[in-house]
């Protein structure tokens, strides 16, 4: 508890940070490996805006916005909605890990292919600490553990979600951190950009340039394909009449873990989602480390349409800002 209860402290100072002056930091705990009979998913001090369900599912609410959390699966982000309005992809049979949002560790060579168990479907503890929701996850065979908080900032309008990745081995590491998410393949894709590049050897997608942003029209594609890009702190998303957008640390080119990059969006073949994804610096961690990274989660309908627009760039701002 007393360890949750500083973790607690430390996420809200880092969230409360605004997103141009996030910076990744570093915490020395002593470390504490969580095995499968320590973890849980029960309420505690649940307050009016947390709310927990049977199942380790938690729903955290600002005004219309929701976000619900899965701790006994990863605590993965199952739904990010505006009353009705879903903005994640959702489960769907045919691609069984195509939904929701996941965090991971990168570089991706270091593990390749599937995800850690550990970090994106193993069960999470889970305890609400105050009007946090505070996530726990076991340790990984990579001397790994993932930490998730999320809270709400009323005043930004936003969901908050700080990741932690803990170093528990023995040895100095260098590690950064990768939030994925997945949205249904419709509307439009955009960021601060004038230039992308391939990414894990596979096709470029068609970016356009112009109005100050790079844009991606989702189309409809035989091939897997994705890209690496240097933003500025921002990635947006609108279908539908909803706006969806994750503000983070904006990098410097020469941040990101080797082969990794600051904004990556993957498109998976046909027509079926999206991966919008945000890493952090690559950093040192030694023995007992910590990392911590931010996103801010925000939604709201827009009337505008999805395309490239000087209008539509500046709503994000307007939102975030």
């Known amino acids: 508890m007393k360890f949750l209860k500083s973790l607690f402290l430390l996420t809200l100072a880092v969230g409360n940070i605004s997103a ?11 470390p504490k490996t969580t095995t499968t009979n320590d973890v849980v998913a029960t309420p505690t001090n649940v307050v009016e805006n947390i709310q927990s369900t049977e199942d380790g ?3 955290i609410t600002l005004g ?13 982000i199952l739904s990010f909605k505006l009353g009705e309005d879903e903005a994640l992809n959702q489960y769907d049979p045919e691609n069984p890990n195509s939904y929701g949002s996941t965090f991971w560790t990168s570089p991706q060579s270091e593990w390749n292919w599937p995800p850690v168990e550990e970090y994106d479907s193993k069960p999470f503890a889970a305890e609400v600490l105050g009007d946090t929701l505070a996530l726990i996850g076991q340790k990984s065979s990579f001397g ?37 998410s997945r949205v249904p393949n419709d509307g439009i894709l955009f960021f601060e950009a004038d230039a992308v590049e391939e990414a894990n050897n596979m096709n470029l997608i068609p970016f356009e340039f112009t109005h100050g942003g790079a844009w991606f029209t989702m189309d409809e594609d035989d091939d897997f394909r994705k890209i690496n890009a240097d933003g500025s702190g921002w990635v947006a998303c609108s279908a539908k009449g909803l706006l969806f957008v994750k503000k983070f640390q904006d990098l410097t080119p020469e941040e990101p873990a080797p082969a990794e990059a600051e904004v990556q969006v993957y498109a998976n073949m046909g027509k079926t989602f999206v991966e919008v994804e945000e890493q952090g610096a690559y950093t040192t961690l030694q023995p007992g480390e910590s990392l911590n990274y931010t996103v801010r989660w925000y939604l709201a309908h827009t009337d505008l349409e999805p395309v490239p627009s000087k209008e539509l760039l500046q709503e994000v701002k307007n939102l975030i800002e």
């Open 64 to 76: 219309d916005v929701s976000m619900t959390v899965d701790a006994a699966h990863g605590g993965r």
């Open 20 to 30: 141009k002056k996030i910076k990744i930091t570093k915490c020395i705990v002593k």
């Open 144 to 180: 790994y553990s993932i930490r998730k908080n999320f809270t709400t900032d009323a005043k930004d309008g936003a969901i908050v979600v700080t990741y932690s990745i803990l170093n528990e081995s023995d040895e100095v590491r260098k590690v950064a951190p990768w939030e994925i």
């Open 57 to 59: 599912q938690y729903t």
